[in-house]
């Protein structure tokens, strides 16, 4: 009989264990919340307003003054466009010319070294007066911004020829005297510089790649006087005057 008493007195105690368990756990969830919510409310506080003060006082107190952080320049400005430059010239000294990106420099070569930094003004226009080697000139254009970026190399082949062209005829020579009809029509062969401009009195004849020409001259009766002009590419000339006398 005791026994039965002391068993219900037990069933009757579990239902007030049991709520008691509950609301500690429904109090210690409310607790682990606000945790949690003041803590992550702390750390956002603490990055984005308190953290960058104290960045802000450390760099002043080094000196620094006040840090803001730039995006980093890494686009290659434009290759500099150059205006036309004769492939060959008889001149030492050429003008440059031509556009870049605004405040950038131009680096210049010639035949592989760098010889000039040429700075773009705020119109995006340069100019350089360079002085070449004699023979050809492999120059190269490129362009250079303040953080170190570069363009790709734009390359021009410029010829420095100060010598006049050479000039052989093989079947004329001054005093020549020239008989039979069949030869008043007569031939003329030679050679020169490749691709030079030729004249005989006014007259333009053809020059081939290898320096060779051939035409033919219609001769008067007596004398004739005949005057070769050479111009080569860079503006060189070479100047002969014959005279050949024309008998039937």
Not at 15 to 23: G, K, Y
Not at 134 to 159: P, Q
Request: glycine fraction near 6%.
């Amino acid at each position: 009989m005791f026994y039965r008493i002391f068993m219900k007195r037990q069933k009757a105690r579990r239902p007030v264990s049991s709520r008691l368990a509950r609301s500690q756990g429904k109090k210690i969830a409310r607790q682990s919340a606000g945790m949690i919510f003041f803590s992550i409310t702390g750390l956002l506080v603490f990055l984005f307003i308190l953290m960058p003060r104290i960045i802000d006082i450390f760099f002043r107190f080094l000196g620094t003054g006040d840090i803001s952080f730039k995006e980093v320049d890494t686009v290659a400005p434009q290759i500099p466009i150059v205006f036309p430059i004769p492939e060959s010239t008889q001149e030492s000294s050429i003008s440059i010319e031509g556009y870049g990106e605004a405040a950038s420099l131009v680096v210049i070569i010639n035949n592989g070294e760098s010889i000039e930094e040429v700075v773009v003004d705020d119109e995006g226009s340069f100019q350089y007066d360079l002085v070449l080697e004699e023979g050809e000139n492999k120059l190269g254009f490129y362009g250079k911004d303040e953080t170190e970026n570069e363009s790709d190399v734009k390359e021009i082949y410029v010829n420095l020829d100060t010598e006049a062209p050479s000039l052989e005829l093989e079947n004329i020579t001054d005093g020549q005297e020239i008989l039979s009809k069949e030869n008043q029509n007569y031939s003329i062969q030679g050679s020169t510089e490749a691709y030079s401009k030729l004249h005989i009195n006014d007259r333009s004849v053809y020059v081939n790649s290898e320096g060779s020409f051939k035409s033919s001259y219609y001769l008067k009766e007596g004398d004739n006087t005949l005057k070769f002009i050479v111009e080569d590419k860079a503006g060189n000339i070479t100047e002969q005057e014959f005279t050949v006398r024309f008998r039937y």
